[in-house]
Structures are given as structure tokens and as C-alpha cells.
């Protein structure tokens, strides 16, 4: 079982920046490859950023690429997402989550987080 809770979201101007972090239970955090996936209002869930167990692996989608790092602190039991130069697209409630495997698929993925929203004003 893993636990996960999201913290560091809130309101930004654009061209601002956040940091989202996520905090896991658990003595196997670092075998789970974790990600982040975002929902906007009146739209389908969104991939963000995925990294592997070892923190070796990283991919992000094309729509944050260039803005967004993922990164991990196995020792921490934590996951983070830095997000830079906001666009008010990135309006959203911010997911982390853990998946067994290296995937993008968000069906994949086991353990969730509760979100936290962040707003990007124009």
C-alpha cells in the first residue's frame, strides 16, 4: 500500500512559478515509478511528467516540455514536479501517482493522491 498527498498548489500569475510536492507512505517508494496527471474542468485527465523508480528515466508531455522537471528524493519518500513559465492552460488539479511499471497510461497506475489545484490568472 502507498499513501500519497499533494501539497503546493495554488494561484500564480502567468510566467510564474510553482512547486507541487508529493509525500509517500510506505518503505517501497522507490520501486514505483511515479508521475503526475492533471484534470481541467469539463476535460479529460492529462499526463504531465512520469520518472522511474530510480529516478533515472524521465518524460514529460510536449505540452509542459521545456517548463516542467519532474524529479524524486527516494530518501524523502518524495516527489516533485517544478513548474515554471505557467500559461493559464495549466489550470488544473494536479494528481501524483504510482504505477508498478514505467507508463504513461494512467489505467496503470494503482495509488492516487487527493490533488491539488493549481490557477493560473492571465
Known amino acids: 500500500q502507498v499513501q500519497l498527498v499533494e501539497s503546493g498548489g495554488g494561484l500564480v500569475q502567468a510566467g510564474g512559478s510553482l512547486r507541487l510536492s508529493c509525500a509517500a507512505s510506505g518503505r517501497t517508494f522507490s520501486t514505483y515509478a511515479m508521475a503526475w496527471f492533471r484534470r481541467a474542468p469539463g476535460k479529460e485527465p492529462e499526463f504531465v511528467a512520469l520518472?522511474?523508480?530510480?529516478?533515472?528515466?524521465?518524460n514529460v508531455a510536449d505540452s509542459v516540455k521545456g517548463r516542467f522537471t519532474i524529479s524524486r528524493d527516494n530518501a524523502k519518500n518524495t516527489l516533485y514536479l517544478q513548474m515554471d513559465s505557467l500559461k493559464p492552460e495549466d489550470t488544473a488539479v494536479y494528481y501524483c501517482?504510482?504505477?508498478?511499471?514505467?507508463?504513461?497510461?494512467?489505467?496503470?497506475?494503482?495509488?492516487w493522491g487527493q490533488g491539488t489545484q493549481v490557477t493560473v490568472s492571465s
Open positions: 501517482a504510482a504505477a508498478p511499471r514505467y507508463t504513461d497510461n494512467r489505467r496503470e497506475y494503482d495509488y
Open positions: 520518472i522511474s523508480g530510480g529516478a533515472g528515466v524521465t
